[in-house]
């Protein structure tokens, strides 16, 4: 078996970014006009007004103050309320493959690695924008790899989940090196008329290159000690959109085929989930939790984050210890914890242990145990 290490990281963030003042001013504009046009059935009784939005509810119960978004032109104008996209024809790259590739530059560059030493590409994200040809081979003809390329679909765990294959491939030297992109394209599907989640989720791209100890010669390499992944079925968080919608004559674009969750339940059952895979992952790469150096956490929420992180050491983290990056980027699906190490591993020295740890919909935990060797 071969020892695997991440030999190169790359964070890309869109241009454009959109704070929870802007996003309440816009969607308290909708709420009002919804209103004032409902009026009379509002009265009857026969429909409920729209609650209006509050920026200090946002970053009090979640912790973010605002998320970059691929693109900002009509997520604001309450006539449209969804990013507008210029549709791309079959001979232009898409939308996801150009996030994908803007980062995956970057964790080639850090990882020093060319495309003749990669042959395994892994986009893996909440979703991709169409069902084939992989996003994932666009990116491999676009990047001039030779070998194999699939998109994998596991919403905020895709990324933990993706690694946990690369590492797999790596270990059982089935595969020489692996780029594993998160292009997180998550705002088409926010329903930004919807007070409870209009704000939770913001677009970035990640990418991180795993790879032999024996071929890596980056500065920065972290060795895999364990991985583990976990599912556990619940209806609490759902997106419903999909291909089936043209033949039961429904509206593809209906509020219940967007992005939509039972916010506190997935509170209350993940932050015991989370904590609990924690340690036993720990424990299986015989560690114990005041071993491990730095916590990059899933961000979806920053009171789940303390929790969690509460019950696995039995006290508070500092920022140093478990880094927020949510504040500045929202949820962003599977790359948040990506992100959280992107931006905290480089003051790390050898042997410092970390975690990567994400959760989300499906129930879906994963995690990454890392020990700095270079
Ligand atoms: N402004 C003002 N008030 C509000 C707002 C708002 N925007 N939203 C809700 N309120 C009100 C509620 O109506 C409620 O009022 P009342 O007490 O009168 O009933 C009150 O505030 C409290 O509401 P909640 O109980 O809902 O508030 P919480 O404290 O639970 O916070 C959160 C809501 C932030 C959503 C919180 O529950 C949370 O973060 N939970 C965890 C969610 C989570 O981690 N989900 C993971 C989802 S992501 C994922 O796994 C897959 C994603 C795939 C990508 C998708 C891309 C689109």
Known sequence: MNEVVISGVGLWKPDHSISNEELVESYNAWAASYNAENQRAIDAGEISPKPL???????????????????????????????????????????????????????????????????????????????????????????????TGFDMLVACSAATFALQRAHDAIAA????????INPELTSPQIN??????????????????????????????????????????????????GYVSRAE?????????????????????????????LQDQIEKVGLGTSDIRRWWLHQANLNMNQLIIRRVLGRDASQDESPTVLDRFANTASAGSIIAFCQNHEDLVIGDKGVICSFGAGYSIGSLVLEKCS
Request: with cysteine; hydrophobic share 40%; proline share 3%.
């Open 249 to 277: 004559d429904v509206d593809p674009f209906m509020d219940e085929n967007l992005f939509h969750q039972n916010g506190r339940s997935v509170f209350k059952e993940v932050c015991p989930m989370a904590a609990a895979h």
């Open 173 to 180: 030297g089935s595969s020489k090196a692996v780029l594993v």
């Open 192 to 241: 930004y008329r919807d007070r409870d989640s209009h704000f939770i989720f913001g677009d970035v791209s990640t990418a991180m290159i795993l790879e032999p100890d024996s071929t890596a010669t980056a500065p920065n390499q972290f060795k895999i000690l364990g991985t583990k992944s976990q599912t556990v079925f619940s209806n609490n968080i759902r997106s419903n959109f």
């Open 53 to 147: 939005s509050s920026a200090e509810f946002i970053e009090k119960a979640s912790g973010i103050k605002s998320r970059y978004v691929y693109k900002k032109e009509g997520v604001l104008d309450i006539a449209r309320m969804r990013p507008k996209i210029v549709r791309r024809g079959d001979d232009e790259l898409s939308h996801q493959a150009e996030m994908a590739l803007h980062a995956a530059k970057l964790a080639m560059a850090s990882a020093g690695k060319t495309a003749d030493d990669i042959d395994m590409v892994i986009v893996s994200c909440a979703y991709t924008e169409r069902s084939y040809p992989a996003i994932a081979i666009e990116v491999q003809g676009a990047l001039g790899i030779q070998g």
